[in-house]
């Protein structure tokens, strides 16, 4: 998957660039709930999750080695990458993978998609981001949403209060990322950055799954392989490079408000592909949430309140020539 250029370099005017990203990751993302609840048939989470991160992993280094990338990170920017991996892959999947079997995929569409107050909440103190009236109220508007939905879809048979907590947790470790990467340097390429994010998030989950889970778990079947086949190409590959580009080219807070469209998109494909019911009430909590969504991307963008060093604008730039729920 060849390297992004710079943001700056976009033919495209800002608004628009950030759609072409935005638009597509949406739709990746929310149908990686339904994926996952496929794989979760035919094997045990965790060791579904290690065998993804590694293949999907595997195969951007080979490809980033094909480009010529700066594949050999320093022991600084090692740490950082580790760090990532658990918060953007390990951590957050394997919490909310655990999840998944004990709540319907479009409840845990909803708890993830409250990711963007979350992020700019964490924005404020670690990214120096101000938020803006426009924004607050866009953010506000998209949790009244959110809590409306999750209120009423843990009276239903599919959810226990157990599995939304730990979706929360999950909630928490992607906001945290999200922020984590915007925050600290990784001057390796684009590709080789996600690679090396899942190679490390394989290498951190292969042992938490193996305590826990067997082998024996795990069925070799078409179904199994299709939802691999799916989890890797499209919701691993393209699905972090989408995220990781709109996130280069916007601020935190802004990005990640990008979450509030997999709601509906994952009730509808929880309803399309398993069955899972739908009520008024999903839809009537979806209003809020696009009306938010609409007010935070629209906002002006704040910059920092201290303009970042020249050295350290550099560094910016090396790592955004480059490239994780």
Same mark, same amino acid.
């Given at each position: 998957?060849?390297?992004? =250029?710079?943001?700056?370099?976009? =033919?495209?005017?800002?608004?628009? %660039?950030?759609?072409?990203?935005?638009?597509?990751?949406?739709?990746?993302?929310?149908?990686?709930?339904?994926?996952?609840?496929?794989?979760? *048939?035919d094997?045990?989470?965790?060791?579904?999750?290690?065998?993804?991160?590694?293949?999907?992993?595997?195969?951007?280094?080979?490809?980033?080695?094909?480009?010529?990338?700066?594949?050999?990170?320093?022991?600084?920017?090692?740490?950082?990458?580790?760090?990532?991996?658990?918060?953007?892959?390990? +951590?957050? *999947?394997?919490?909310?993978?655990?999840?998944?079997?004990?709540?319907?995929?479009?409840?845990?569409?909803?708890?993830?998609?409250?990711?963007?107050i979350?992020?700019?909440?964490?924005?404020?103190?670690?990214?120096?981001?101000? +938020?803006?009236?426009?924004?607050?109220?866009?953010?506000?508007?998209?949790?009244?949403?959110?809590?409306?939905?999750?209120?009423?879809?843990?009276?239903?048979?599919?959810?226990?209060?157990?599995? %939304?907590l730990?979706?929360?947790?999950?909630?928490?470790?992607?906001?945290?990322?999200?922020?984590?990467?915007?925050? *600290?340097?990784?001057?390796?390429?684009?590709?080789?950055?996600?690679?090396?994010?899942?190679?490390?998030?394989?290498?951190?989950?292969?042992?938490?799954?193996?305590?826990?889970?067997?082998?024996?778990?795990?069925?070799?079947?078409?179904?199994?392989?299709?939802?691999?086949?799916?989890?890797? /190409?499209?919701?691993?590959?393209?699905g972090?490079?989408?995220?990781?580009?709109?996130?280069?080219? %916007?601020?935190?807070?802004? /990005?990640? /408000?990008?979450?509030?469209? %997999?709601? =509906?998109?994952?009730?509808?494909?929880?309803?399309?592909?398993?069955?899972?019911p739908?009520?008024?009430?999903?839809?009537?909590g979806?209003?809020?949430?696009?009306?938010?969504?609409?007010?935070?991307?629209? /906002?002006?963008?704040?910059?920092?309140? !201290?303009?970042?060093?020249?050295?350290? !604008?550099?560094?910016?730039?090396?790592?955004?020539?480059?490239?994780?729920?």
């Amino acid at each position: 998957m060849p390297a992004l =250029p710079p943001s700056s370099a976009s =033919p495209l005017p800002p608004r628009l %660039t950030v759609l072409a990203f935005a638009i597509p990751f949406t739709l990746v993302w929310a149908s990686a709930f339904a994926a996952t609840k496929f794989a979760l *048939l035919d094997s045990s989470p965790l060791l579904f999750l290690a065998m993804r991160f590694f293949c999907a992993g595997a195969l951007l280094l080979a490809w980033s080695y094909h480009r010529g990338e700066r594949i050999r990170p320093s022991r600084r920017e090692l740490a950082s990458l580790l760090l990532m991996a658990a918060c953007n892959h390990a +951590l957050y *999947l394997g919490v909310s993978w655990s999840a998944m079997r004990e709540v319907s995929a479009g409840l845990a569409t909803i708890v993830i998609g409250a990711a963007p107050i979350v992020v700019a909440l964490l924005a404020m103190p670690l990214l120096r981001e101000r +938020l803006t009236g426009r924004k607050l109220a866009g953010l506000l508007l998209g949790f009244a949403g959110m809590a409306f939905i999750v209120r009423h879809r843990l009276g239903g048979p599919l959810d226990s209060w157990h599995g %939304t907590l730990m979706l929360l947790l999950a909630l928490l470790l992607i906001s945290l990322g999200t922020v984590l990467y915007k925050r *600290l340097r990784i001057g390796v390429g684009s590709t080789a950055n996600i690679a090396l994010q899942l190679l490390l998030a394989s290498a951190i989950m292969l042992p938490w799954a193996l305590s826990v889970e067997r082998w024996s778990d795990v069925h070799l079947n078409l179904r199994f392989a299709a939802s691999m086949l799916w989890s890797v /190409a499209v919701v691993s590959i393209a699905g972090y490079t989408l995220w990781f580009a709109l996130l280069r080219r %916007t601020d935190a807070s802004s /990005a990640s /408000a990008w979450f509030f469209l %997999t709601p =509906p998109l994952g009730l509808i494909v929880g309803w399309a592909v398993l069955g899972e019911p739908l009520a008024l009430a999903d839809f009537l909590g979806i209003v809020p949430v696009v009306i938010g969504i609409v007010l935070v991307t629209l /906002a002006p963008r704040t910059a920092p309140t !201290t303009a970042p060093s020249p050295s350290a !604008t550099l560094s910016t730039q090396r790592a955004c020539s480059a490239g994780n729920q």
